[in-house]
């Protein structure tokens, strides 16, 4: 204990914090997030998966060194080491919605749907998400940076919780688009072996966008109540709507593992037209002749 004491006795973690982190909730996370980052590597390469959802497995690993600095922050706090668990701990879990953009995009590049309305581009609804999250990520980790000194915590506080709500909107209106793309039935697409591979794609955005805004809405209250309020001085809170929550998230994108929606990396995904199947039925018959023959 006397390790983690500066500040005339004053534990700079009870300032930070406004606890001393618990070890064992730390390390059972990083433990979980550690397989969870290996379970995802091995199946995207095994499968063939597509690349982006690498993002997957390396906001896992992120989550693992968060939890990790948290660990060490047990046994001996400084500012270095808050800064970086706050900005693995709060940033990385966005990376989460990046995977979401991306495959809606996908969802609309596939279908070769022709449209005017520029927010059913593929390309606006991945690039322009991902550069909303970008702003996000810089105002939150802006934020988080500020937070930590004494002169700019409340400046810090302010940045942090605009760079959430702007989160929060932004993912709302992508919850939109994919709602839309989901009722329209133009947007389809086929993936061998795999029926009705739209539906289940987007069940699993359903409920991941569902979490990530339960976890989105906790940071808002968090901050919006003030740097040692009632909610930032609950660690199990944090554990609750912040770990598990953002846990629950990964174990979803592993059973509903959304690779096996989307072609394989380097392959094509093409509608199934009445052309190809008599195609195929006249090929048959061709072959089945030739053997009477």
């Known amino acids: 204990m006397d390790a983690i004491l500066n500040n005339n006795g004053v534990s700079l973690?009870?300032?930070?914090?406004?606890?001393?982190?618990?070890?064992?909730?730390?390390?059972?996370?990083?433990?979980?997030?550690?397989?969870?980052?290996i379970y995802l590597t091995i199946r995207i390469y095994i499968s063939k998966s597509p690349r982006f959802l690498y993002i997957l497995a390396f906001t896992a690993l992120m989550e693992v060194i968060g939890f990790a600095v948290r660990i060490m922050?047990?046994?001996?706090?400084?500012?270095?080491?808050?800064?970086?668990?706050?900005?693995?701990?709060?940033?990385?879990?966005?990376?989460?919605?990046?995977?979401?953009?991306?495959?809606?995009?996908?969802?609309?590049?596939?279908?070769?749907?022709?449209?005017?309305?520029?927010?059913?581009?593929?390309?606006?609804?991945t690039w322009f998400f991902f550069s909303s999250d970008i702003f996000s990520f810089c105002l939150q980790g802006a934020g988080g940076g500020l937070q930590s000194t004494v002169d700019f915590n409340s400046i810090g506080i302010a940045v942090t919780l605009v760079g959430l709500a702007l989160q929060l909107f932004?993912?709302?209106?992508?919850?939109?688009?994919?709602?839309?793309?989901?009722?329209?039935?133009?947007?389809q697409?086929?993936?061998?072996?795999?029926?009705?591979?739209?539906?289940?794609?987007?069940?699993?955005?359903?409920?991941?966008?569902?979490?990530?805004?339960?976890?989105?809405i906790y940071r808002v209250a968090e901050y919006a109540t003030g740097y040692g309020g009632p909610i930032a001085k609950l660690e199990w809170a944090f554990y609750v709507f912040d770990t598990i929550v953002i846990f629950l998230s990964f174990i979803v994108y592993c059973v509903f593992f959304i690779g096996n929606y989307l072609p394989k990396h380097n392959a094509a995904a093409q509608l199934p037209t009445d052309n190809s199947s008599s195609s195929?039925?006249?090929?048959?018959?061709?072959?089945e002749t030739a053997s009477k023959l």
């Open 73 to 125: 922050c047990h046994f001996y706090t400084d500012l270095g080491r808050y800064i970086g668990m706050t900005m693995f701990l709060l940033l990385a879990p966005n990376a989460l919605a990046l995977v979401n953009y991306k495959a809606v995009g996908e969802i609309i590049r596939l279908s070769n749907v022709e449209t005017t309305r520029f927010y059913l581009r593929p390309k606006f609804v």
């Open 170 to 187: 932004f993912f709302a209106c992508f919850a939109g688009i994919t709602f839309y793309v989901q009722r329209n039935s133009q947007y």
């Open 13 to 37: 973690a009870m300032r930070l914090f406004h606890y001393i982190p618990a070890i064992i909730p730390a390390a059972v996370a990083l433990a979980v997030y550690g397989v969870v980052a």
């Open 280 to 287: 195929s039925q006249t090929e048959k018959g061709d072959v």
């Open 189 to 216: 697409y086929y993936v061998e072996g795999q029926p009705n591979a739209k539906n289940r794609l987007i069940l699993c955005l359903y409920v991941t966008i569902g979490l990530i805004y339960i976890r989105s």
